[in-house]
């Protein structure tokens, strides 16, 4: 079992910039799939930006690209969100995810298929 811990939320204005952190421990040698999903009060679970842990290809929710950049360190155990150009609907609880299996692109966006959660960082961005 793969164990997640996000940090590096906070609050910052808009047009700022975070870099989000999630440290794995565990089995990350069966972790396929990981991916970054926000939730704002009141809204449901959103996706962010996946990636897959061995060969690093990425996908992005059309709201964030060209501003945010999930990245990986497999020698490290730690996955990344670096975002910028930061705006107010951006503010949410950011939770990392993972599952050892390769999702397939249809299912990416799907939380429930996510085995694996972080506790969730705070970002607030302020206009």
């Known amino acids: 079992q793969v164990q997640l811990v996000e940090s590096g939320g906070g609050l910052v204005q808009a047009g700022g910039s975070l870099r989000l952190s999630c440290a794995a421990s565990g089995q990350t040698s069966s972790t396929y799939t990981m991916g970054w999903f926000r939730q704002a009060p009141g809204k449901e679970r959103e996706f962010v930006a996946s990636i897959r842990w061995t060969y690093g290809i990425t996908y992005y929710t059309e709201s964030v690209k060209g501003r945010f950049t999930i990245s990986r360190d497999i020698a490290k155990k730690a996955m990344y969100l670096q975002m910028n150009s930061l705006k107010p609907e951006d503010t949410a609880v950011y939770h990392c995810?993972?599952?050892?299996?390769?999702?397939?692109?249809?299912?990416?966006?799907?939380?429930?298929?996510?085995?694996?959660w972080g506790q969730g960082t705070q970002v607030t961005v302020s206009s």
């Open positions: 995810a993972a599952v050892s299996r390769a999702l397939p692109f249809s299912d990416l966006r799907a939380d429930n298929e996510y085995s694996n």
